[in-house]
């Protein structure tokens, strides 16, 4: 039973290019949630969706970024025009159902460095 | 106030001995709390989930909640090098649809 799929594992970008990442949650999961690590930080939550709706984007920048979970194919995480700010790892968690006692399983995540 | 807060050590411990982690939380309405274990470079990987008061075991490891208190702990018996590791603490409040992560306690295991 495949884990959660992150791609791509790491990624560069110049200032002002998008990056796109992607996330397949775990066979089973409608829910999937994408979490930001920096340096020496602790996870932030950024959004929640599952198929087709965003349920919570509270942790979302309110610009540059964007979040999708189509009926079909994996969940994507977009960031316009990065700045070097941006520049950290992207992990992606799903659950087979939401609330309170749902623990969250991680992917390998998405290092982003913005050059 | 941080939603969850964690000494983020280093936490160092002889091979064998037992490793003490620490968690508090601000809101008391949280529900559900969890320990997430992640290597350097890799991601989390949940080693124990636990929901109401005491204590939960599971092999080596042992949670502890006391929500009264606000605080959940993790203790790792017969440590080993290979438990070293960042700890994260995570916290589900009431009605939020997502974890609070705290900083993580970097624990070193000296053999």
């Known amino acids: 039973n495949a884990g959660v799929m992150q791609n791509p594992r790491h990624l560069v970008r110049r200032r002002g290019q998008e990056a796109r990442l992607r996330c397949s949650p775990m066979k089973g999961h409608s829910h999937v949630y994408w979490y930001r690590q920096l340096p020496e930080e602790g996870l932030k939550f950024m959004v929640y969706?599952?198929?087709?709706?965003?349920?919570?984007e509270s942790g979302m920048p309110k610009e540059r970024f964007s979040a999708e979970f189509p009926k079909e194919g994996p969940s994507i995480l977009r960031i316009q025009q990065v700045v070097r700010g941006d520049s950290a790892a992207y992990f992606c968690?799903?659950?087979?159902?939401?609330?309170?006692?749902?623990?969250?399983?991680f992917g390998n995540g998405t290092r982003l460095t913005v050059t | 106030q941080k939603e969850v807060e964690q000494n983020s050590g280093p936490l160092s411990v002889p091979e064998g001995a037992i490793a003490s982690l620490n968690c508090t939380y601000s809101d008391r309405g949280s529900q559900s709390f969890f320990w997430y274990r992640q290597y350097s470079g890799k991601s989390p990987e949940l080693i124990m989930s636990?929901?109401?008061?005491g204590d939960k075991e599971d092999g080596r490891f042992t949670a502890q909640l006391n929500k009264a208190s606000q605080y959940v702990s993790l203790l790792i018996r017969d440590s080993q090098p290979s438990d070293s590791a960042t700890y994260l603490c995570a916290v589900n409040r009431g009605g939020a649809n997502n974890l609070f992560f705290g900083t993580g306690t970097r624990l070193t295991v000296i053999p």
């Open positions: 969706l599952q198929k087709e709706n965003i349920i919570d």
């Open positions: 968690a799903s659950s087979p159902g939401g609330g309170y006692n749902s623990p969250l399983h």
């Open positions: 636990i929901y109401s008061n």
